[in-house]
């Protein structure tokens, strides 16, 4: 890492963390700029369900605990993802038990095992992970109801799972901060959703402390004017927000494969313009943004090079495939 190259994390101090998605190889590969740059870290895989806890009471901690050694190592913040997620989540959680087979479980079933899983894992990482996103992606996209009717927790449990989630998250760790996490939180339906199902928690007590924004975006959207409307709206839940797993897509949603092996220079000098703009936002508040994470560290490891289009080159980042900084990074300098 070049010693002319200042700290991304070092010069958001005054601001936020600056955090990256990471695997148990990218802790390998992008040690140097990981260590120089980010000062927050989250497992993007290694502590999802289908990771600790594949079959029913065994626990595989191997690599979550490699990543919490190494946040610990270079005094970097952890944040826990995610706990409650109708996705990789292993089918034995919904199902009934042995003798049962093909059978759903009962709700206080599920419940326990919600409440095994929350505990053991919280359990394990009480005093390492400070914030976590304990319930995931739980609102509907379309609506008109609120929450995802696609979620074997909510068939199962009906809309208390996500009570019942924060509750048995703070019950185990409460010290730590308890995130419901979503994406396209900018657009207006879902983040009125969004909202309404935060307000509802929240009346019944839920400990919930802050709103996560995921930030899968593109290059014009979301509108900056949503960006900043969706904020304040969170933030006027009294929650903190955080940004959880920021990228800037180089296509359009509808774009289409493509064969490109390197970003064009428009390319380049739109999502340069794009994350001056949405890091001076951040910037501006300041006050309610407690952590922005991007959703990988650089441009050589990134989901988006296989969603939504399989073997489609993205370069989402603000340090390029060989972790140079891109012009992105220098205009999200303060
Ligand atoms: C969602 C999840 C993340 C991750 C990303 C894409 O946003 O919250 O855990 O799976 O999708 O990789």
Known sequence: MSETVPSLCQAYNPYFPIGAAVSPRSLEVQRDLLVHHYNSLTAENCMKPESVQRVEGIFTFGDADTLADFAREHRMKLRGHTLVWHSQTPDWFFEAGEGNDGGVAEPEALLARMEAHIGAVVGRYRGAVYAWDVVNEAVSDSGPELLRT?????????????????????????????????????????????????????????????????????????????????????????????????????????????????????????????????????????????????????????????????????????????????????????
């Open 150 to 334: 696609n979620s074997r927790w909510g068939a199962i449990l009906g809309d208390d799972y996500l009570l019942h989630a924060f509750q048995f998250a703070h019950a185990t760790d409460p010290a730590a901060l308890l995130f419901y996490n979503d994406y396209n939180e900018c657009e207006t339906g879902k983040r009125d959703r969004i909202v309404a199902m935060l307000k509802g928690l929240l009346a019944r007590g839920a400990p919930i402390h802050g709103f996560g924004m995921q930030g899968h975006w593109g290059l014009s959207s979301p509108p900056l004017d949503s960006i900043r409307a969706s904020i304040e709206a969170y933030a006027a839940l009294g929650l903190m927000v955080q940004v959880t797993e920021l990228d800037i897509s180089m296509y359009e949603w509808s774009h289409g494969p493509s064969d490109l092996t390197e970003p064009t220079a428009e390319m380049l000098d739109a999502q340069t313009k794009r994350y001056g703009e949405i890091f001076a936002i951040f910037r501006e508040y300041r006050d309610v943004i407690t952590g922005v994470t991007f959703w990988g560290a650089s441009d050589d490891h990134t989901w988006l090079d296989n969603f939504p289009e399989k073997g489609r080159k993205n370069w989402p980042f603000v340090f390029d495939t060989e972790h140079r900084p891109k012009k992105s990074f220098r205009t999200i300098l303060p």
